[in-house]
Nanobody
Framework: VQLQASGGGLVQAGGSLTLSCAAS????????MAWYRQAPGKERELVAS???????NYIDSVKGRFTISRGNTKNSVYLQMNSLKPEDTAVYYC????????????????WGRGTLVTVSS
């Protein structure tokens, strides 16, 4: 499985960005997808997650500002980020967990390479 993330960039505080992540491979479905981020000098943290049933979860600091969604194919995930703050600056990583392949095999915990989001004050 390859996860290709895109959409990062430089934005002023209060602005918006949308991150996209597409999974490729002989995938039947992905049960769980998420966005993590890692700021300089800090540990990687879970930002938002979404299940194949479209149940979502967010960390408190982004609730009301970020929205995670799945694409129609269920092999893609998006993160709409509004009202961005300087503290949102980080490398954002896409994660896919419990991947079910077309041949029935199940595997876990794939990561994309990350996309940098920089929010200026």
């Amino acid at each position: 499985v390859q996860l290709q993330a895109s959409g990062g960039g430089l934005v002023q505080a209060g602005g918006s960005l949308t991150l996209s992540c597409a999974a490729s491979g002989n995938i039947f479905t992905i049960n769980y997808m998420a966005w993590y981020r890692q700021a300089p000098g800090k540990e990687r943290e879970l930002v938002a997650s979404i299940t194949s049933g479209r149940g979502t979860n967010y960390i408190d600091s982004v609730k009301g500002r970020f929205t995670i969604s799945r694409g129609n194919t269920k092999n893609s995930v998006y993160l709409q980020m509004n009202s961005l703050k300087p503290e949102d600056t980080a490398v954002y990583y896409c994660n896919a967990d419990r991947v079910v392949f077309n041949n029935g095999r199940v595997d876990y915990n794939y990561w994309g390479r990350g996309t940098l989001v920089t929010v200026s004050s």
